[in-house]
């Protein structure tokens, strides 16, 4: 692909080789250290004058650090005179914050798309944010792609029961998802109600649908410690489901994360590639993954070219 040059920042190097492959491309050269009082310098290591550039960098790991090193890099690239910076976020970070939903909480998702440092971006590419509307704080471009045709294939391959499954949502927010996929599926679908104490502890659930002799299949577009879905978990067992299996997009697991899913009854714990897991899959043999790097390449190709991405929100490409 002529006049296209792809980096990776160092948050998931992995995913950006594997959509390097994909669209037969060489990832470009970028050295990026630390200063030692932790300050981040970024050296761009070849000429993006005129080039359309890409930059993969996803909201996980040191977050506040990579987003920083997303921002020079941004910068770096529209200075050297490239003709356009695209970001591609996979997990974007900061993107639960979207609500103020107590007393004098902050709402950073509302303002820092704003922020100076993205004026050098011209376009955003991402995937599954926690709310949607955060496209709108931005004055640039956002491209939202979705999980949901990889996750209803790896359904249709992986559930052999998946006719008589019921999708479940662990938070009434959730349930436009999950009427999508059960849409999809020809299937029925439950949402759980629940009540937090405080922010990643849950204080009660309450059922709403009959799961009873049903695969019961969650699905939430992220876990962090993973009280809600482990919660869920043992409220579907206990309402009669005859196996759980959890679909996330992005698997965060931290803190008590990994223990909570090794001692909750899920069959599989599902998540995508938009955050490394290799070290928590071999902590957890429950978890599994699917690859969208097929998705985010595609998308890059159709900006590239000038093409309509909103195939990509129904199809996976092959």
Not at 310 to 317: D, K, N, R
Request: glycine share 6%.
């Amino acid at each position: 692909m002529p006049n296209i040059v792809l980096f990776s920042g160092s948050s998931h190097h992995d995913l950006s080789q594997k959509v390097a492959d994909r669209l037969g491309l060489e990832l470009g050269k970028v050295i990026t250290k630390k200063f030692s009082n932790q300050e981040t310098c970024v050296e761009i290591g070849e000429s993006v004058r005129g080039e359309d550039v890409y930059i993969v960098q996803s909201g996980c790991g040191e977050i506040n650090d990579n987003l920083m090193e997303l921002l020079i890099m941004i910068n770096a690239c529209k200075i050297a005179s490239a003709s356009r910076v695209t970001a591609v976020i996979p997990c974007f970070p900061y993107a639960r914050q979207d609500k103020k939903d107590k007393s004098r909480a902050p709402s950073p998702p509302s303002w820092w798309p704003t922020c100076c440092p993205w004026r050098g971006a011209d376009h955003i590419i991402t995937m599954d944010l926690h709310a949607s509307q955060i496209q709108g704080f931005f004055d640039i471009a956002v491209d939202n792609l979705y999980a949901e045709p990889a996750v209803l294939q790896w359904i249709r391959e992986n559930i052999p029961e998946w006719k008589n499954c019921i999708i479940v949502s662990p938070d009434a927010g959730g349930a436009k998802r999950v009427t999508s996929i059960a849409d999809r599926l020809n299937v029925e679908f439950a949402l759980i109600h629940k009540e937090r104490k405080k922010a990643n502890e849950v204080d009660r659930m309450v059922l709403v649908g009959d799961v009873k002799d049903r695969v019961a299949i969650l699905v939430d577009d992220m876990a962090d410690t993973c009280g809600t879905i482990c919660h869920a978990a043992d409220k579907l067992i206990s309402a009669g489901a005859t196996k759980a299996y959890a679909i996330l997009t992005h698997g965060i697991f931290s803190g008590p994360a990994i223990s909570r899913i090794n001692n909750a009854p899920f069959e599989a714990v599902v998540v995508t590639n938009t955050i490394p897991q290799e070290e928590k899959m071999r902590q957890c043999p429950k978890i599994q993954v699917i690859d969208i790097s097929m998705i985010l390449a595609e998308a890059i190709r159709r900006t590239h070219n000038g093409e309509s991405v909103s195939y990509l929100f129904s199809h996976v490409p092959l």
